[in-house]
């Protein structure tokens, strides 16, 4: 069942649950006073307004914003998109206030990012194949600061999708420490930053059965 959240944290149609929505717009205790904020996957603007509230440097969001079906059922808005269409305008209007924010308009599959500064929050919510996932985890989790955040988020009615995303981050467990789910979301504390071929080593689909297994039952005694 797709769901559509648009509550009084989020005036913006968005692709989150309430529980999502909430700890977006609570989460001051787990967020460094440091680093830069990268954000993959903002569609209308609802988590780029929720996340830009806190004091980090600056906020950059990746997006292809092109519409494609599966985004009509989430859409109460007056526009009518066709798939293909961009959505670029209708984000960059519902994130007029937000501050320090830069806008890439990218293919995240083969994209290669040009950072020059550390990242204090890093919010996934574009992951949506484990190949995006191995491109973008070892370029960007390397440039983590220590204590900074990382969101993974996803839709709560396809809590399976995201499994290669939790397998990674299990084997990086020496690095990342769960600290909260809200539905599928789950949020790690950079306990240390891994190095790039620690990430690479990690972001494999070699494993296990066994390895899941533990993997999903940790997770749960964890959080
Ligand atoms: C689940 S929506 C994001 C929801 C948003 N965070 C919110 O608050 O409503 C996923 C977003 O990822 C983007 N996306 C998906 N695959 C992508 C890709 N390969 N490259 C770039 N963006 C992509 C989509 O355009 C969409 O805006």
């Not at 990242?119 to 996932?133: C, E, M, N, Q």
């Amino acid at each position: 069942m797709l769901q559509w959240t648009k509550t009084q944290e989020s005036e913006i149609d968005c692709m989150l649950s309430t529980n999502q929505v909430h700890f977006l717009a609570h989460m001051d205790e787990y967020v460094p006073n440091c680093g830069d904020v990268v954000e993959l996957g903002c569609w209308l603007g609802a988590s780029t307004v929720l996340i830009n509230r806190y004091n980090c440097g600056i906020h950059r969001v990746y997006d292809m914003f092109k519409w494609r079906s599966y985004m009509d059922g989430m859409y109460r808005g007056s526009h009518v998109y066709m798939p293909g269409d961009s959505f670029l305008e209708e984000f960059q209007r519902n994130t007029v206030g937000c501050k320090n924010l830069s806008v890439n308009t990218v293919e995240l599959l083969h994209y290669q990012f040009k950072l020059t500064d550390q990242i204090g929050v890093l919010f996934f919510d574009a992951l949506k194949s484990v190949h995006i996932t191995c491109n973008c985890l070892p370029q960007l989790l390397p440039w983590m600061v220590e204590g900074g955040l990382v969101i993974d988020q996803d839709f709560m009615w396809q809590p399976i999708t995201h499994i290669y995303m939790h397998l990674f981050m299990y084997r990086l467990r020496e690095y990342f420490q769960p600290i909260i789910q809200a539905d599928v979301l789950v949020a790690w504390k950079v306990i240390k930053v891994p190095s790039l071929s620690v990430v690479t080593e990690a972001c494999s689909l070699d494993g296990s059965l066994a390895e899941i297994i533990q993997c999903l039952s940790l997770r749960k005694n964890e959080l």
